[in-house]
């Protein structure tokens, strides 16, 4: 007999059609932040959009066309062979995704008027394009599609060698084109050596507003409370966080006292709060505070957690 397929409910293509509008406007931001701030400053960004702007920069010294209209056409064009290599070697939804935010994108790039530069100071420019394109890297992230360019590198790469730190893999590759790029645009253009500075700058603060955005702003907070009150605190914790908390045994090796202690998660709203009962219960605890990047465990817990006050 043959299996039948699978029946999509209008749910699901409502999901679907949402996503897709998600990651179009995460090509759109991506775009803006392209031609508004960064072309307009002669500035390089990270990764393959970096890599057109220099190509183009050539280009316009051999072609009779304007550095946008060549900017357009680059950006798709360097970006077929990974898409093909996404094609081959990650398939499915993602591809289809991260195809359809890079033709968004050279659209965008193609068709926005001369109004929307910034002919503004440069530091500035610096600042609002990071800001967006980190807002555009969040948006197709969250909805399972990229912009393409290092991305669709990073994701193969860490499908077949999960072990390897993509992050500083592909911060390496932005670095490295960053700077050549800006480099040979020096050459080209005649520009100050300034524009290699403020083009690092744009691809640090893209990166960041990326992580912030991914952890999201109430972020999750490690407390090591070693302590000999360890019965009040934690029954704090249970009574105003409503959650667990690990207990281990620990010595101090300048004392040999024996204490207990206490690893909690809680959000970083309620940081404040904790420090407050651990002063109040034991003013002699020693706590250690660390930033946490996500919370893995239950299928619905970090979702559970981030809602819960």
Known sequence: MKKQMPKITSKQVLKLIKEYVWVGLGGVLNAISLFTFVNPATLIAGGFSGLSSVLSHVCVLFMDATFDSIMSVMYFVLNVPLLICSLIFLRGDYTFKTIWATVVSSIVLAILPEGFKFSGAPL????????????????????????????????????????????????????IITVSGSIVVI????????????????????GNVLGMLKRGFNHPQKFLIITSQYEKIGHDISRYFKRGYTVFDVEGSYDGVKRKMLV????????????????????????????????????TFNRSYKTKP
């Open 124 to 175: 500035i420019a610096v600042i609002f394009g990071g800001i967006l394109v980190g807002l555009a890297m969040y948006v197709a992230y969250e909805n399972n599609g990229s912009n393409g360019g290092t991305e669709i590198i990073g994701k193969i790469v860490a499908k077949y060698h999960p072990e390897i730190d993509i992050s500083n893999v592909i911060l390496i590759a932005n670095f």
């Open 187 to 206: 050459f080209i253009t005649k520009e100050s050596v300034d524009i290699i500075l403020y083009s690092l700058m744009y691809v640090l603060i893209g």
């Open 264 to 299: 909690v998660i809680v959000q970083y709203r309620q940081l404040y709060f904790l420090k407050h009962i651990i002063r109040k219960r034991d003013p002699r605890a020693f706590t250690v505070i660390k930033d946490v990047y996500d919370v893995f465990s239950r299928p």
